[in-house]
């Protein structure tokens, strides 16, 4: 049944409560079987990274700034509101575009600059969004770098400048490129560049030849790299080898790993999700608990409608009704809290079913 479509009118006749009743007995059946959850280790790093974002997002607030989400494909933020630094900039970059291309038409057909002049027009190019001009320029660029000096930095931002064009034949050539190397050390931006756009255009296959390519280097991975992986891995369904990048990433305590607030709350939601889905229930419960009881809303809301979900499957409805209630009732954060409502009425009629025990023949589930 979709419950993001679901009458939420639950209907009274014995036959349909109970057959629903049964399908949830069968699931709290298969959902069984606790584990030992987190080391200490990891307990103690994922309560800190709860707690570090908590005081990230309060000082912030506090001092009245926004966050500044940082702008794919380029990894910088945006310009603030009615600074006046952008269109300054951009003449200062105009000019020099301008001088340097007269200066190298001047000095005869075929010489062309070298590598780093070349390098600097392509960024400029980028920084006026002329992304096909600077794609032109990083290709003259590479050619020039014969001693390689500036291939990493030449690729990634080949790669940034094609997927802000919209160039998909680009980018697959810059992923391919990326690929293809014999070795990926010093090159995470390039990596987590790719990651993203593999999982936007839903590419399976290049997103698993990502992932064999980036296991190799697994014990010197850059936190953001880590984190694009584990979500990669989630997205493939490799449950147990996700939960694994997480956990490792929250064990450094913490640390943000340069990933945006969006991208924190994610680690910290995915690894009970992830322990859930591997069977250790216990283990989800208790980090659940932790963001039930956390000052940031989503988190707080996520934790209660997780909860309330194991207390549906466990047979306590009551509970399950509560918690799906104050959902319901909260702040709106997205689509889930639909199924929230839906369930509200489910878990309250399952309540009442249960207490009116053997007119619907189902007493005998709740006696043994």
């Known amino acids: 049944m979709d ?47 709860l707690h570090a974002l908590e005081r990230t997002i309060a000082g912030r607030t506090a001092s009245g700034q926004e966050e500044r989400p940082v702008l794919y494909p380029f990894d910088s933020p945006a310009w603030q509101a ?30 062309g600059p070298p590598a780093l002049v070349a390098l600097a027009n392509a960024r400029n190019y980028l920084h006026l969004s002329e992304y096909d001009s600077a794609l032109v320029w990083y290709a003259a660029a590479a050619a020039k770098d014969t001693a390689g000096r500036f291939s990493e930095d030449i690729a990634r931002e080949t790669l940034a400048a094609a997927a802000a064009a919209g160039d998909s034949l680009a980018v697959v050539r810059a992923v391919t490129n990326t690929l293809g190397l014999s070795s990926l050390e010093g090159r995470d931006g390039e990596v987590v560049l790719a990651y993203r756009w593999l999982l936007t255009s839903r590419d399976a296959r290049a997103v698993d030849h990502l992932i064999a390519r980036v296991a190799v280097a697994d014990t010197t991975l850059d936190g953001r790299v880590r984190y694009w992986h584990a979500y990669a891995l989630a997205w493939r369904g490799r449950h147990a080898e996700s939960l694994a990048h997480l956990v490792r990433l929250v064990g450094d305590g913490g640390l943000s790993h340069g990933l945006s607030e969006n991208e924190r709350s994610w680690v910290l939601t995915a690894i009970p999700d992830l322990m859930y889905l591997d069977g250790d229930e216990d ?24 909860i309330a979900g194991l207390d549906l499957a466990s047979a306590h409805y009551g509970a399950a009704a509560a918690a799906y209630e104050s959902i319901c009732a909260g702040p ?33 589930f709740f006696d043994r």
């Not at 606790?34 to 309560?47: K, N, V």
């Open 3 to 49: 419950l993001h479509h679901a009458n939420t009118s639950f209907p009274r006749t014995g036959r349909a409560a109970a057959a629903v009743l049964a399908g949830l007995l069968l699931l709290a059946a298969t959902t069984g079987g606790a584990r030992a959850g987190l080391e200490s280790g990891a307990a103690d790093g994922y309560r800190i990274w």
């Open 283 to 306: 283990g989800a419960r208790w980090l659940y608990r932790l963001l039930a009881g956390s000052s940031l809303p989503r988190l707080q809301l996520w934790g209660v409608y997780q």
């Open 82 to 111: 009615g600074s006046g630094a952008p269109a300054y900039r951009h003449l200062a970059i105009s000019k020099a575009v301008r001088e340097l291309e007269e200066v190298w038409q001047d000095r005869g057909r075929g010489e």
């Open 332 to 364: 709106r954060l997205g689509s889930w809290q639909d199924q929230a409502c839906a369930l509200k009425d489910v878990a309250r009629e399952l309540e009442r079913i249960r207490a009116e025990g053997e007119s619907y023949g189902t007493a005998a």
